[in-house]
């Protein structure tokens, strides 16, 4: 039996690296088990720190990131995903640059994953103080060149600022954040517009050997119909902008946003909160009377908002809209009324003015084939009064900066790039973010940037920048907390409903610490692996029996023959000796199975719900399963020769392997 188990021969280490989902998942590969790990045991500054490492933008991404990790954690399969952004949020608050000190962020950048050949390089601009050019910025600077950012507004942080909400997200944090990036030696330079102050000729005539746009998509999108040329009908880019810059548009007091996205959302509950909003420090600075004003202000504000409606239209079903859960549930708190499975047909009005949104029922979004494609009962209309109406339905871009003699090609309102390198049609020209892949998350635009950042090295220097995975086994040593495995997931508290809707106080709070450890030892520690001796193993059935999941259990070969695994097939074939003509004859009749079964089993363990419990090991009669604790990190190593193989998305695994694992 012991033969059949040595899965991890045949897997090898990229199955152990996948199966860190959380780390997979993540498209900078932060290691999110390991903060989480450090959370639980109180180890505070190594968890930030092993945050920062791979993402210069930890803070922030503790506030507003899509959190893929969540997504994809393995304790989902068991109950609810451990509430990873929350905990990054907790530490990045205690060492990130939101504290006042980047020492810190400074020295936890992970320079394993720059390129090592550092120098004193030459001048590269950077066009858009987003989160990829800050990113392309912060890499590029400590390897040696001399950065400068270009930014088309006052203020740099492109969407952090333009895009997300003043209530998600603090701008004083951003300011930090962009400042500890700014503090490694980059030149920032604001009101600096591509295509009105200058132009990409102007930068290669002033020396910058390489340019790099992360120039974002700035304009949103609107639908054709009927009445969207009239007054108070709004691009929600331009309502959150005005929004964000404390100069809101006006609204009447019924206002209908058309979308179901995270952005929609955004628009939905900025709408919300009355004009001159204030957030309770700015209360308090202002009139300087203490907690007394902020509290009065909130509720003058309350007062004022109570009449207004904000409704949301949206095609997909309730439970098929992309926003976030936690958006629609809060945005319902707040009194906005939601309606699913509606589509926009018209904007009514007199005089110049809305009165009405006309919606018809959307029957399906998607097509047979996947294809966005929504069809319509036009016979089922629904019309919302209403006086202002915002969309919030998609963003695009603005490349009227572009010139011919730029040799900077687009495709379908995007720049057009290598998918590999982000290099465009133009060799000394790079781009990612959303202009080069279209909106995705922040994180995204993160990890493109890295990638953009290391081509633009690769091309300057003339190498080739690959990334190599080193990894092995070691001894797992670690206790789980007490009724780790009985803990309900919980996320951080928010203010009460009526204080978000009057205000522009930050809705989420921090976790308290003994919450924060308590939510952080629910995480199933991933890297950890029941490893298989295949020589000491009795077939006892001891680790089958005490398993309290129910994930290891003992099957013989004609019932892993009947997997229809290729894979398994080839290896009962090669250890009996046998022909596929053979195991397929033994296969097909009960005595040929039972002669199968006699000559070997395997033991099958279903890793999604694996809990680390640890029991199958503290069982086993002669210690043949064992913990150990699969360790990795990625590397960037140069290589001299021009046939080298590209691996910016993939990786060159090294490894060394145990003997078996279940």
């Known amino acids: 039996m012991s033969e059949w188990a ?381 006086d202002t109406v915002i969309y919030a339905i998609g963003q695009t871009s603005d490349l009227s900066f572009l010139k011919p003699e730029d040799g900077v090609e687009s495709e379908r309102g995007l720049i057009k790039v290598n998918r590999e390198t982000y290099q465009t049609t133009a060799p000394d020209v790079f781009a990612c973010g959303d202009i080069a892949h279209g909106p995705r998350l922040f994180i995204d635009a993160i990890a493109s940037a890295q990638i953009a950042a290391r081509s633009m090295h690769d091309f300057l220097r003339g190498t080739r920048t690959d990334i190599v995975v080193r990894s092995h086994w070691a001894p797992a040593v670690y206790t789980m907390a007490e009724g780790w495995d009985r803990l309900p997931r919980a996320t951080p508290p928010v203010i009460d409903a009526a204080q978000r809707s009057a205000s522009l106080e930050i809705i989420e709070e921090n976790f308290p610490v003994e919450d924060a450890q308590r939510q952080a030892s629910r995480c199933l520690r991933c890297n950890v692996n029941t490893v298989f001796d295949t020589s000491t193993c009795i077939a006892c059935n001891g680790c089958v029996d005490v398993c309290p999941q129910n994930v290891i259990r003992l099957v013989g070969l004609s019932q892993l023959r009947q997997n229809g695994n290729e894979q398994w097939n080839d290896m009962i074939t090669a250890t009996l000796g046998i022909s596929r003509d053979e195991l397929r004859t033994m296969g097909a009749s009960e005595s040929g199975r039972r002669e199968l079964d006699a000559l070997g089993g395997v033991m099958l363990k279903d890793e999604t719900t694996c809990i680390r419990c640890a029991l199958c090991a503290s069982r086993c009669p002669t210690r043949a399963v064992t913990m150990k604790k699969f360790e990795f990190y990625r590397e960037c190593v140069t290589v001299p020769t021009p046939n080298s193989k590209i691996l910016y998305r993939g990786s060159v695994v090294e490894s060394v392997a145990p003997q078996g694992a279940l």
């Open 6 to 386: 040595q899965f991890e021969a045949i897997e090898g280490a990229d199955y152990w690296i996948r199966m860190v989902k959380c780390q997979h998942a993540c498209p900078v590969h932060t290691n999110a088990c390991g903060y989480v790990t450090a959370i639980g045991e109180g180890r505070y500054e190594d968890a930030y720190r092993i945050a920062r490492a791979t993402n210069p933008f930890a803070s922030i991404c503790g506030r507003v990131c899509g959190a893929p990790c969540e997504v994809n954690c393995r304790r989902a399969d068991v109950d609810a995903p451990v509430s990873i952004r929350s905990l990054k949020r907790f530490v990045t608050t205690q060492f990130g640059p939101e504290s006042g000190d980047f020492h810190v962020y400074r020295e936890g950048c992970d320079q394993r994953m720059l390129p090592p050949n550092r120098g004193n390089y030459e001048k590269i601009a950077v066009i858009g103080a987003g989160v990829s050019g800050l990113t392309v910025a912060h890499d590029l600077t400590q390897i040696g060149y001399k950065i400068t950012i270009f930014e088309a507004n006052s203020e740099p942080g492109g969407m952090l600022t333009v895009g997300v909400p003043v209530f998600r997200l603090s701008r004083d944090l951003v300011k930090r954040e962009i400042d500890a990036v700014l503090s490694l030696g980059v030149e920032l330079k604001c009101n600096m517009r591509l295509g009105r102050d200058f132009t990409i000729a102007d930068l290669r005539r002033q020396g910058y050997k390489a340019i790099f746009l992360g120039i974002g998509l700035p304009k949103g999108r609107k639908l054709p119909l009927p009445g969207s040329d009239r007054e108070m009908v709004y691009d929600g880019m331009d309502f959150l902008r005005a929004f964000n810059e404390g100069k809101p548009l006006p609204l009447g007091r019924r206002v209908v946003v058309i979308g179901g996205g995270n952005v929609a959302y955004d628009v939905a509950r900025s709408a919300v909160r009355p004009a001159g909003a204030v957030t309770r420090g700015e209360a308090i600075a202002d009139m300087g009377r203490g907690e007394q004003v902020a509290y009065d202000v909130a509720r003058s504000a309350l007062r004022l908002s109570a009449d207004k409606e904000v409704h949301v239209v949206c095609l997909e079903k309730r439970e098929e809209m992309p926003a976030d859960e936690i958006e629609v549930i809060e945005g319902e708190e707040e009194g906005i009324k939601l309606h699913s499975s509606r589509g926009p047909k018209a904007i009514f009005g007199e005089n110049g003015t809305i009165t009405a949104l006309r919606t018809i029922r959307c029957t399906s979004v998607f097509d047979q084939t996947g294809r966005f494609n929504p069809s319509f009962d036009e016979s089922d209309v629904e019309d919302i009064p209403a």
